[in-house]
Each structure stands twice: as structure tokens, then as C-alpha cells.
């Protein structure tokens, strides 16, 4: 079943407003990865994490490994029209194996 | 321009006859892989490779193949599809020995099997 998990399913916001998506993992991850897939459209790699603790940021919205390495999250400042879509986490499970399992997403939709 | 092709992006079948849907990369990636989208699901690994003629399974494998002949090309094979295959298909692809897993997805088929 589903090791990666993702909550919440979906989050509608107001304009300007911040958006937090939380990603937990059954297991031990070697590395997160986020990705962000626009209505309509592919998903687009946004990031990668793997230090246990890492944070890191890029203009609004900033990244966040937890300590035991089970858990991310992403959080987005004053959020705006373009940011809608699903966002996805997707862990590596078992360290060297190559299968990456992505969580359920989640789906923004934003209220102008 | 580095980009991942998919064909056809929609295709309607019914069950039980075979289809291909074709991937390619112009990246040089090694890493190739297929994964598939439902609602409330996200997406699930169905098959990877991580070079030419070396292939696993992923999450989901049942009812589909794969082959890897060349380096740019990653089909998706169903012998025999039925109408829970019914689904958008994302093909991706990654260098191998990169620190950044950054994968590159094609834009999606959207597949119904009637």
C-alpha cells in the first residue's frame, strides 16, 4: 500500500494567504523530493532534500526535511493565483534503491 | 530543446487490444521510468529502467511490459488492456549517477479502455 503519505487531500485559500502541505513517510527516507504539476499538466521537480533537518527556500515557498528523516513539508508565503495546482512529495524508501514513491499530493486551488 | 515525448497523448481502446505507448528522451538519460495517475492516488511506479535492457518492476507492474532497446526509448506495453487501466500515463526520465534525482516528466496519456 501507499507508504507515503500526504495531508492535506486538498486546500483552498484566499489570495495572499499562506498554504502548508505536510509529507509522512511509514519508513526512513534518503531523500525528498517535491514536485509541483500545474491542472492539465505534467509534474515539474521543484526540489530535492536530504540532509536530516534540512531547510531550504526558494522565493515564497520554503522546504523542510523533519530530523528523523520520515516527514517534509512545504510551505508557501502570501500565496498567489500562480501557485495553483497539486503538489507532490516523493521519497526514496530504501537507501540505494532507485524506486521513488510519491505521495497522494495535494491540491491547491486559490480564491482571488 | 531537453524534453520527454509521449504518443498518442489520448487514446480510447477497448479491452483486450494490445497497445504501445511510446516514450523518448533526448537528454541521454539512463534512468527511465513509467508511473500512472488516478485521483485520490497520485502517482504509482509501474516500471523503470536504469539503463538499456535493464528493467524492474515498479509498484503497480500487473498487466503491462516494458522494453528498453535503446537509450531514448522507454515503451509501455499493454498486452491486454481492461478498463482499470484506464488512467493518465506519465512517462520520466533522470540521469543516474546525478546528487539531484531531478526527473523529467513527458506530458502525460490520457488512456480509457472501454
Known amino acids: 500500500g501507499q507508504q507515503v503519505m500526504q495531508i492535506p487531500q486538498y486546500q483552498h485559500v484566499q489570495e495572499g494567504e499562506d498554504f502548508t502541505t505536510y509529507c509522512n513517510s511509514s519508513?526512513?527516507?534518503?531523500?525528498i523530493q517535491w514536485y509541483k504539476q500545474r491542472p492539465g499538466g505534467h509534474p515539474v521537480f521543484l526540489i530535492q532534500?536530504?540532509?536530516?533537518?534540512e531547510v531550504k527556500k526558494q522565493k515564497r515557498l520554503t522546504f523542510q526535511f523533519g530530523e528523523a528523516k520520515k516527514n517534509s513539508s512545504l510551505h508557501i508565503t502570501a500565496t498567489q493565483t500562480t501557485d495553483v495546482g497539486t503538489y507532490f512529495c516523493?521519497?526514496?524508501?530504501?537507501?540505494?534503491?532507485?524506486?521513488?514513491?510519491f505521495g497522494t499530493g495535494t491540491r491547491l486551488t486559490i480564491i482571488p | 530543446e531537453a524534453q520527454v515525448t509521449q504518443n498518442p497523448r489520448y487514446l480510447i481502446t477497448v479491452t483486450g487490444k494490445k497497445l504501445t505507448v511510446t516514450c523518448s528522451q533526448n537528454?541521454?538519460?539512463?534512468?527511465m521510468s513509467w508511473y500512472r495517475q488516478d485521483p485520490g492516488l497520485g502517482l504509482r511506479q509501474i516500471y523503470y529502467?536504469?539503463?538499456?535492457?535493464?528493467?524492474d518492476k515498479g509498484d503497480v507492474p500487473e498487466g503491462y511490459k516494458v522494453s528498453r532497446k535503446e537509450k531514448r526509448n522507454f515503451p509501455l506495453i499493454l498486452e491486454s488492456p481492461s478498463p482499470n487501466q484506464t488512467s493518465l500515463y506519465f512517462c520520466?526520465?533522470?540521469?543516474?549517477?546525478?546528487?539531484?534525482?531531478?526527473?523529467?516528466f513527458g506530458p502525460g496519456t490520457r488512456l480509457t479502455v472501454t
Open positions: 519508513t526512513t527516507l534518503s531523500n
Open positions: 520520466a526520465s533522470r540521469r543516474e549517477r546525478e546528487v539531484v534525482y531531478e526527473q523529467y
Open positions: 537528454m541521454n538519460h539512463e534512468y
Open positions: 529502467s536504469m539503463n538499456v535492457e535493464v528493467t
Open positions: 532534500l536530504v540532509k536530516s533537518g
Open positions: 516523493a521519497g526514496r524508501l530504501v537507501f540505494g534503491n532507485e524506486k521513488l514513491t
